[in-house]
């Protein structure tokens, strides 16, 4: 009898470790990126292939408010919630007010950071879109901090 019972405790082991990857992969964020509504955003001349190097939403109310979500659902599981880092990537309430913040800011957005082989941060240019970037830089320049 001492068969089935070894299958069975073999299959729990085998359920408690399937349940905690899922777990796992579930506190890491979902690697998909999200895509963003933005079409009551104006449109930006050039579309998603000419990319400007300056934020045309500074300071727009409805762009900081699309951002807002954009950030929480593409970009807080590394940058941390309200942009505040908890360590795995920089704080992005530091980032440069300005045009050498932006460009900065859309360089990261659009080609992401890879080193060593290694992807620290993926791109989101193309699969975003320039509107939903520069949404998104209008709420991190909202919450930028000197401190
Ligand atoms: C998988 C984790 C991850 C995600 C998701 C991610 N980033 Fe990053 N990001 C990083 C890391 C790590 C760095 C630092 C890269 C380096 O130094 O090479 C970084 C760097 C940056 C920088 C440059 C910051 C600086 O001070 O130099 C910006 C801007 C940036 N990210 C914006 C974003 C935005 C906007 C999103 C969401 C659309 C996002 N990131 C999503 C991990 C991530």
Known sequence: ???PTGRAVLAAAAAIASFSIATNLHAHGDVTPQPVDTTALPDIAGGN????????????????????????QNCARCHGLEAIS???????????LGSSGDEWFVERFRHGSSHDGKVYMPPFGDVLGQKAGWAIRAWLESKHTDE
């Open 1 to 3: 009898m001492t068969f």
């Open 49 to 72: 292939d000419a990319w400007t190097t300056e934020n045309p939403y500074t300071g727009n109310a409805k762009a900081i408010e699309i951002g807002q979500s954009a950030y929480g």
């Open 86 to 96: 908890g360590g795995i990537a920089p704080d992005l309430r530091y980032l440069e």
